[in-house]
């Protein structure tokens, strides 16, 4: 599985970003995808994570209540929705993908992952 993230870019705070992950080959369906992020100077963190069926969904307290994440297997794309950006939002974020996802394993266990999409927000 190969992951390619997009969407990134400069906004306001208060604004709105959509994030998609891309995804390549026929077994990422069976896949969960999580969405991380790493700020400068700081560890990478855990955003939000979706289960293969998209029926489960986890999210990190700073990303619950504005950030949304979906997923189109028709389309193998994994989205990220995120709305009333902060200045704090601002990182670099990446998708992954990884099969613990689906039994609940969402915070470790990521086989595959993007290369990165810059989000920053301006105060």
């Known amino acids: 599985v190969q992951l390619q993230a997009s969407g990134g870019g400069l906004v306001q705070a208060g604004g709105s970003l959509r994030l998609s992950c891309v995804a390549s080959?026929?077994?990422?369906?069976?896949?969960?995808t999580g969405w991380f992020r790493q700020a400068p100077g700081k560890e990478r963190e855990f955003v939000a994570a979706?289960?293969?069926?998209?029926?489960?969904?986890y999210y990190a307290a700073s990303a619950k209540g504005r950030f949304t994440i979906s997923r189109d297997n028709a389309k193998n794309t994994v989205y990220l929705q995120m709305s009333s950006l902060k200045p704090e939002d601002t990182a670099v974020y990446y998708c992954?993908?990884?099969?613990?996802?689906?039994?609940?394993?969402?915070?470790?266990?990521?086989?595959?992952w993007g290369q990165g999409t810059q989000v920053t927000v301006s105060s």
């Open positions: 992954a993908s990884s099969r613990s996802v689906n039994s609940g394993n969402y915070l470790e266990g990521y086989d595959y």
């Open positions: 080959g026929r077994t990422f369906s069976s896949y969960g």
């Open positions: 979706i289960s293969w069926s998209g029926m489960s969904r």
